[in-house]
């Protein structure tokens, strides 16, 4: 199959960046679409030119790191899937794809289709772990869980942090994210000790990242590529709020 790509194209953050197109021909139909820009990237270099930057890492849908925007949609027309699992025969043969970086004052293009998410690290290191004794470790069983909690907590922790949330809200929100991190800890008898702290802090440094706020439009459960519920945004405004009750008391 052959493709017309429009591409973002940015040096830096600071530098103006513009949509440069490309055609590619010949094209396997079962490629991923991580393995076409691949392919456009080898072109460029055997012609001189520079490759296209993006992120990528794992290949596989777990590790968040291959977001893009693509024809307007965050990791593109599948539902629940991340770009590298994104392939060309979910696309026409002559189509034109347009491919750009995520969006949002908080994530700055570090160049091309990068951008910088380091502000969802600091969110996670601001509360998002347990504290524990080290050494051995315990048995699983030692702290009993239901078999709903457990499950609930997973759904939670399954999101990958790859930023389609907050690509995807006008507002620029990370509440889903930032909320699935707190449920999954809050949900479990390990993060009760906690869980005021870690709420308070958490949202505190999400706001201090310039994130926008929630307005409830959803877009980002419908974007997001593990399916992660707005119920989790719903349980992270309890949590605020009942920390908030007991900080005054």
């Given amino acids: 199959m052959d493709l017309h790509l ?16 490309y055609d590619l021909k010949g094209l396997n139909p079962h490629m991923s679409f991580l393995e ?20 990528h890492d794992c290949r596989e849908g777990i590790c968040g790191q291959c977001g893009m925007m693509i024809n307007g949609i965050a990791h593109g027309p599948l539902k629940n ?14 189509e034109t794809i347009l491919i750009e970086p995520f969006r949002a ?25 347990v504290s524990v004794n080290t050494g051995q470790a315990p048995d699983a069983t030692a702290i009993p869980v239901t078999h709903q909690v457990a499950e609930e907590a997973f759904d939670s922790a399954a999101c990958i942090g790859c930023g389609a949330c907050v690509a995807t809200c006008k507002n620029g929100s990370a509440a889903l994210f930032t909320s699935a991190k707190i449920t999954h ?65």
């Fill in 105 to 129: 004052d908080a994530f700055p293009v570090k160049k091309d289709l990068k951008v910088d998410r380091s502000a969802f690290d600091r969110i996670i290191s601001s509360g998002g772990f």
């Fill in 185 to 249: 800890m809050a949900l479990l008898p390990q993060g009760k000790e906690e869980r005021s702290k870690r709420v308070l802090d958490m949202v505190s440094q999400m706001d201090a990242e310039l994130f926008g706020h929630c307005s409830n439009t959803e877009a980002c459960e419908v974007e997001c590529p593990q399916g992660i519920s707005v119920l989790n945004i719903a349980r992270m405004n309890f949590e605020y709020n009942r920390a908030l009750f007991f900080q005054k008391k």
């Fill in 81 to 94: 899937t991340t770009t590298c699992q994104l392939h060309l025969r979910s696309f026409k043969d002559g």
């Fill in 36 to 55: 076409m820009l691949d392919t456009l990237n080898e072109k460029l270099i055997t012609e001189g030119d520079e490759p296209v930057e993006f992120d």
């Fill in 6 to 21: 429009k591409i973002w194209r940015q040096k830096d953050k600071k530098s103006k960046g513009k949509l440069v197109g």
